[in-house]
C-alpha cells in the first residue's frame, strides 16, 4: 500500500478471501485493506499514539440517522460523558479533500455536535473546531491532543 502522511505503525495482516486484510483494533476483526480502510487504521493509531485519546472511546465505521436518514462516519472520538468529541471522515489517497467534503461533514455535524473535525486521505490533513452559533467551522494547525 502507498506510503502516507503519518508516522510509522505497526499492524497485522492476513489474506481474507484472497485479498489482503488488515485487523481493526476497534472492530476487532480483519478487514479487506482498501485504500481507504489504509487511511482509516492509520488514523486510528494516529489518535491513540500521537492524540492519546481512549481506545475504550473511540468507535470505527458506525450508521447515524441525521433527519432520516442514514449516514456513516469514519471515525468517532467520545467524551467521557458519552457526548461526540470529534468525527474524522476518510478518504482514499488518490481522492482530494474538496469544500464539499468539508460540508458534508459539517452538515453531519451540525446534529451531532463534535467540538472538533478532521478529514483526511492519508496525505493532507484537516483539523476544525466548530463555530456553532455562526454554524461554520475554523481551520486549526493541529488537532488538540485529548
Not at 21 to 47: D, G, N
Not at 73 to 84: C, F, R, S
Amino acid at each position: 500500500m502507498q506510503k502516507l502522511n503519518f508516522p510509522e505503525y505497526s499492524f497485522k495482516f492476513k489474506s481474507k478471501e484472497n485479498k489482503p486484510a488488515i485487523f481493526s483494533m476497534l472492530r476487532k476483526k480483519y478487514l479487506v485493506l482498501t485504500p481507504e480502510e489504509w487511511v482509516r487504521q492509520h488514523c486510528v493509531q494516529f489518535l491513540i499514539s500521537e492524540k492519546k485519546y481512549s481506545l475504550s472511546l473511540l468507535s470505527e465505521e458506525r450508521q447515524l440517522y441525521l433527519n432520516g436518514i442514514t449516514k456513516r462516519y469514519d471515525i468517532v472520538a467520545y467524551k467521557p460523558t458519552g457526548e461526540i468529541e470529534l468525527i474524522v471522515e476518510c478518504k482514499a489517497p488518490n481522492i482530494p479533500i474538496t469544500q464539499e467534503t468539508f460540508d458534508q461533514i459539517a452538515r453531519y455535524n451540525l446534529a451531532l455536535k463534535a467540538d472538533y473535525l478532521m478529514i483526511t486521505n492519508g496525505m493532507n490533513h484537516y483539523f476544525c473546531t466548530m463555530d456553532y452559533e455562526h454554524e461554520t467551522y475554523l481551520f486549526l494547525e493541529h488537532l488538540p491532543s485529548h
